[in-house]
């Protein structure tokens, strides 16, 4: 089963939500990253929460980096996401493991660090991208891109974004939530949607149970009744290719190049994101030599 985002608005026009199955997804970016629990859950839900964010702010073609930098061991996360449902990532440190919190979750926050920043930048194919930064206000990732939301996009929003990390390290579920209110929603309508949100158990524990994208919106828009806008698969998916390295290999001087092919009889790019290994030969780099030339 695919990885599925389920677009819905309410029918009196007051809120807009986005339910996310990221499971394959950041089980994939464990695969590739060999993370670890707190690793794990870090990345994951940094991206659960830029998915969110891409395809409920951006158009069809633009696309969002984000940034999470905080003073905790993973050190800093940076997430790539579309409004078509892609998205690659990578954390500093894969190999963090911490003692669970009391109640047994992972202890996110602790990994990530309480001071520091989230950044959201957007190519919106204008001259400058535009960039929104907040401070980091909870470490848990969730609160923090709610925060984000609040403030950068002036769209009051709750985010939810949960992981759950078997023993053997493996994702054995990941997803989220966005739930955005719109204008003519009161101040009791939304204690209504806080009150579902407190008494609703862990996402990845109903995902767990294997809740679909629509009893987690009945359960959290309990006494709202909603309607399907979407639905939409979302994937880890990395760009890279032989030829983008190539490019960047054409900006090194010709002296670092010959120095590659002397020393190292070839060149090995790897792809941050995604951890695929393109080999560069001897005859490959004097062909680069060859183009500058």
Same mark, same amino acid.
């Given at each position: 089963? =695919?990885?599925?985002?389920t ?6 026009? +007051?809120f807009r ?7 394959? *997804? ?7 990253h060999? =993370?670890?629990?707190?690793s794990?859950a870090?990345?994951g839900?940094? @991206? ?8 409920? =702010? ?5 696309? #969002?980096t984000?940034?999470?930098?905080g003073?905790?061991p993973?050190g ?5 996401? !579309?409004? +078509?449902?892609? *998205? ?5 440190n ?14 996110? $926050?602790?990994?990530? &660090? ?11 194919h204008? $001259?400058?991208?535009?960039t ?9 990732? &969730? ?17 939810g ?16 939530? #966005? ?12 204690d209504?949607?806080?009150a579902?949100?407190k ?21 959290? @828009?309990?006494g709202?009744?909603? +309607?399907?806008?979407?639905e @939409?698969?979302i994937?880890? +998916?990395? !760009? ?6 190539? $490019?960047?290999? *054409?900006?090194?001087?010709?002296d670092? #190049?010959?120095?590659m ?5 070839g060149a090995?790019?790897?792809?941050k ?17 060859a183009?500058?030339?």
């Amino acid at each position: 089963m =695919t990885d599925t985002l389920t677009k819905s608005v309410s029918k009196d026009g +007051k809120f807009r939500v986005y339910i996310i199955n990221a499971t394959q *997804t950041v089980q994939e970016a464990q695969q590739r990253h060999d =993370t670890w629990r707190n690793s794990s859950a870090a990345l994951g839900r940094t @991206m659960i929460g830029s998915i969110l964010v891409a395809t409920s =702010t951006l158009k069809e073609d633009e696309i #969002l980096t984000t940034r999470v930098q905080g003073d905790g061991p993973v050190g800093a996360i940076v997430v790539d996401a !579309d409004a +078509k449902g892609n *998205t690659k990532g990578y954390i500093t440190n894969p190999h963090v493991a911490l003692k669970a919190r009391e109640d047994g979750h992972i202890d996110v $926050k602790a990994a990530v &660090g309480t001071n520091g920043t989230l950044s959201i930048t957007k190519d919106l194919h204008l $001259k400058e991208p535009f960039t929104g930064e907040v401070p980091l206000v909870s470490g848990e990732i &969730g609160m923090d891109f709610a925060y984000y939301m609040a403030k950068s996009e002036q769209i009051p929003s709750a985010i939810g974004v949960s992981v759950f990390v078997e023993p053997n390290e493996k994702v054995g579920a990941a997803g989220g939530f #966005l739930v955005q209110t719109l204008p003519g929603a009161t101040d009791k309508d939304i204690d209504q949607i806080e009150a579902n949100l407190k008494v609703i158990p862990n996402l990845s524990t109903l995902l767990n149970e294997g809740l679909s994208n629509d009893d987690l919106l009945k359960k959290i @828009m309990n006494g709202v009744e909603m +309607k399907v806008l979407d639905e @939409m698969p979302i994937q880890f +998916k990395c !760009d890279c290719s032989k030829d983008k390295f190539a $490019k960047s290999l *054409t900006t090194l001087s010709k002296d670092n #190049l010959q120095k590659m092919i002397d020393e190292d009889h070839g060149a090995e790019a790897v792809c941050k994101f995604c951890n695929n290994k393109y080999k560069f030969t001897e005859d490959d780099l004097k062909e680069i030599i060859a183009e500058k030339e």
